[in-house]
Every structure is written in C-alpha cells, then in structure tokens.
C-alpha cells in the first residue's frame, strides 16, 4: 500500500517590518491633509510608537536604494500632535518641509498647521 503524499512545509510567517508599514501607511495619506506621529503609531497597533514613527520617516529619506522601486513617502505630511514640524529639520532645508505642505494647499504658520483639527488624517477611521 502507498503512503499519502506528505504535503509540503508551509511557508514561514512573514515577519512585519514596521518601517515598511509606516512608509505604506505615510503614502495614503493625501495631498493636503496631515497626519501624526502618534496616529500612525495607533493604528499600526504600536500606541507608543511615534518616536519610532519618526525613525521610519528619516529612514525613508536616508534609504534610497532600498526604496528605489517604490513610490516617495511624504514625510512632510507627517507632524505632531500639535500640528507643530517637528520634523523639519530631517529635510534638506529647515523650510523645505513647509513650502512641499503650502505646496499642497496647507497653511503653515510659526512652524504649526493652520486648522490642524480640519485638515487631520486620522488612518485608523480613514483606512477602516
């Protein structure tokens, strides 16, 4: 009598890669609107995450060989929970980050977004 065929070995988990969710995540936001930090950590299920957040977004910028085939992360749309640019500095010019959001239809004054509140991304009640 013949053995059953032995079905093969499943294919290991794919582990997450939390920069990568963040950069995906950072894509959807659309032109115009913000998003933060700690929103994108939310909803990525990582609620103290917004530093890490932020170290993902840097990384985007510094990784250009890895992400040579993949569509640019706007960073720029990313501020904190304020509304505040703090992450100005991580571009090519201190002004840089505002001028790509005023680009885009946001109002930027004293380093914070103008009507924060109207213009928030919220990915866990937009991508739900």
């Known amino acids: 009598m013949k053995k059953p065929a032995t079905p093969p070995p499943a294919a290991p988990p794919q582990e997450r890669n939390f920069f990568h969710d963040v950069h995906q995540v950072t894509r959807l936001v659309p032109p115009g609107r913000v998003t933060?930090?700690?929103?994108?950590?939310?909803?990525?299920?990582?609620?103290?995450?917004?530093r890490t957040v932020g170290y993902a977004l840097m990384a985007a910028n510094l990784d250009a060989i890895t992400l040579q085939n993949e569509?640019?992360?706007?960073?720029h749309r990313v501020v904190n929970r304020l509304g505040q640019l703090t992450g100005r500095h991580h571009f090519p010019?201190?002004?840089a980050m505002?001028?790509?959001?005023?680009?885009?239809?946001?109002r930027v004054e004293d380093d914070t977004v103008v009507d924060f509140e109207k213009l928030f991304w919220n990915p866990a009640t937009e991508l739900e």
């Open 36 to 50: 933060s930090y700690g929103a994108i950590a939310h909803y990525l299920g990582s609620g103290r995450g917004a």
């Open 71 to 75: 569509p640019p992360v706007p960073a």
């Open 98 to 106: 505002q001028e790509r959001l005023e680009a885009e239809g946001v």
């Open 93 to 95: 010019t201190p002004t």
